[in-house]
């Protein structure tokens, strides 16, 4: 059993606090991280966190819909919303409260259903972003010039 995995994602300062995102090799590999303070239909990019809360959504949509494929069943059409709460901590500094998902899948059977009751006991511990978000994790910078 592999104890370890390594993976990389990097980036490119394009403008200021604008920054292309590199993850590899994509059919689509523009990701743009837009951290001005402009209106919302200026922006080319997204904040890094609605990508965290998009990571999250999409991890848990993925474990559910895996875990009902491991059932033999195949969603036709599922639909997720992540909302985030920040708030300011005790330095004043801004930081993430929580992130609410809501997960809407397509059953389309008793069957399917009954399935999908099943996933819901134990979906969540399947999605590394969640679970590791849950549990914590060490961030290690190195700031090189």
Do not use: H
Request: aromatic content about 8%; overall charge positive.
């Amino acid at each position: 059993m592999t104890t370890e995995l390594n993976t990389k994602a990097g980036l490119k300062q394009v403008e200021e606090m604008v920054f292309k995102g590199d993850l590899g090799s994509f059919k689509i590999d523009n990701l743009y991280i837009d951290e001005r303070n402009v209106e919302k239909t200026e922006k080319i990019g997204t904040s890094p966190t609605k990508l965290l809360a998009l990571s999250v959504l999409g991890c848990l949509a993925a474990s559910f819909s895996f875990c009902l494929q491991k059932k033999n069943f195949t969603l036709s059409d599922l639909e997720g919303k992540a909302g985030v709460t920040i708030s300011r901590n005790e330095k004043g500094f801004w930081r993430i409260k929580k992130i609410d998902v809501e997960i809407i899948p397509k059953i389309d059977t008793p069957e399917m259903r009954k399935s999908a009751d099943q996933c819901i006991k134990f979906f969540e511990q399947y999605c590394i972003v969640a679970e590791s978000l849950r549990n914590g994790f060490k961030v290690n910078v190195n700031l090189k010039y």
